[in-house]
């Protein structure tokens, strides 16, 4: 199997009103799941995690970016990888997107 450099990042808006307690991004191996650890500087087993944690904050409508570290990742098998964007909050909204980009290192 081939190596990969793995990139992404994960952006969040939130309402004028919203309370955001946590903003969390990753590249995960499991559809919906965001990966346990924060590992954003050393990623494990071809997953990685970042985030931003707030206490409760009222940040305005703002947006708020995470960018994934670049990483290289070798699978024993064809393996997908899922960019997962997770934010806890309460009150009005908190929209999230992001871009995941995938590079054979042959």
């Known amino acids: 199997n081939s190596t990969w450099r793995i990139a992404g990042m994960v952006g969040f808006e939130a309402g004028a009103t919203t309370t955001v307690t946590a903003m969390r991004g990753g590249v995960s191996l499991t559809s919906a799941t965001i990966p346990n650890a924060d590992t954003l500087a050393v990623p ?12 409760g904050v ?10 994934l570290v670049s990483y290289e ?8 990888v899922y960019l997962i964007a997770q934010g806890t909050f309460g009150v009005s909204t908190l929209t999230a997107w992001g871009s995941l980009r995938v590079t054979s290192m042959v």
């Open 44 to 55: 494990t087993s071809g997953e990685v995690r970042g985030q931003i944690g707030l206490s």
């Open 73 to 80: 990742f070798r699978p024993i098998v064809d393996t997908m």
């Open 58 to 67: 009222v940040i305005g409508a703002s947006i708020n970016t995470i960018t």
